[in-house]
């Protein structure tokens, strides 16, 4: 495999490509929401060499029925892109809800936000274009209680995860959600070091590996690994 092209692997960890097709024609894509659907084509045909960066419909459809059965009325996401996974979330809340989605970077954003917009869930959303960690910092310093979150949903800068994580144990409710992605990172947390990847997937990949570990000894959460997309951490604050 060329080193530098993630493209070919698909995120799929599943046994093989074929289950994985079997999942998404049968039961996936047939449910998938129609500006889903768009807001994905769109991201392909624009930026087909990051259009993987969005979360795959499979794990859309997990965040929608989890904010759903736990009735999330206030939402965090960390890591927007062109939006799919903040779409999922949007179409996934009560008209009353509020989400707040960070990232760096608002030109990739601006190519989903007509499918949001057309979906009629743009009032929910409250975009800020920044790096996460002053924003996380400045609403643990004056967030009152009463604003605290339900659900987060993070899929940023890995190298970064531990930092999101100490602060969010602080602005999401006892009881609520943490959830982070891309923690078993293409499966190669599983497997040795590969020096021909590039060395950002290298980076990347001892990072998991360390707040992997890091969760899993963590006493102020529960939680749950998922094998969908490229790896999704389901923490629950207890503490
Ligand atoms: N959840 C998105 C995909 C996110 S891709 C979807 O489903 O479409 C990761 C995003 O994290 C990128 O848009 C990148 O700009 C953003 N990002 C990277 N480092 C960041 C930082 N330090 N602060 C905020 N956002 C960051
Ligand atoms: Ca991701």
């Known amino acids: 495999m060329d080193g530098n092209d993630l493209s070919n692997l698909e995120k799929c960890l599943l046994q093989s490509e074929a289950l994985h097709q079997y999942i998404l024609e049968t039961n996936v894509l047939p449910k998938e929401h129609e500006l889903l659907k768009k807001l994905r084509a769109e991201t392909k045909a624009r930026i087909p060499k990051r259009a993987l960066m969005n979360v795959p419909p499979e794990e859309g459809q997990l ?32 008209e009353d809800a509020k989400i707040t989605a960070i990232d760096v970077d ?16 743009e009032g929910k959303i409250k975009f800020i274009e920044s790096e996460a ?11 009152n209680e009463d604003e605290m979150f339900d659900f987060a949903f993070v899929d940023a800068d890995k ?25 078993l990172w293409f499966g190669s947390v599983a497997t040795p070091m590969n020096p021909d990847m590039p060395k950002y997937f290298n980076e990347d990949r001892e990072s998991i590996i360390k707040f992997n570990k890091e969760l899993a000894a963590d006493p102020r959460i529960e939680l749950c690994q998922v094998c969908i997309g490229d790896g999704l951490t389901i923490c629950r604050r207890v503490a």
């Not at 100490?166 to 009881?175: A, Q, S, T």
């Open 63 to 94: 965040l929608s029925i989890i904010l759903k059965v736990m009735n999330a009325k206030r939402t965090i996401e960390v890591g927007v892109f062109t939006g799919y996974s903040l779409l999922a979330t949007a179409l996934a809340l009560p």
């Open 106 to 121: 608002r030109s990739n954003y601006k190519i989903g936000l007509p499918f949001i917009q057309k979906a009629g869930v």
């Open 133 to 143: 960690l002053p924003v996380l910092d400045k609403f643990v310093q004056e967030m």
């Open 159 to 183: 190298e970064n995860y531990s930092n999101y994580h100490e602060r969010l144990l602080k602005i999401v409710k006892i009881g609520g959600l943490i959830l982070y992605d891309n923690t």
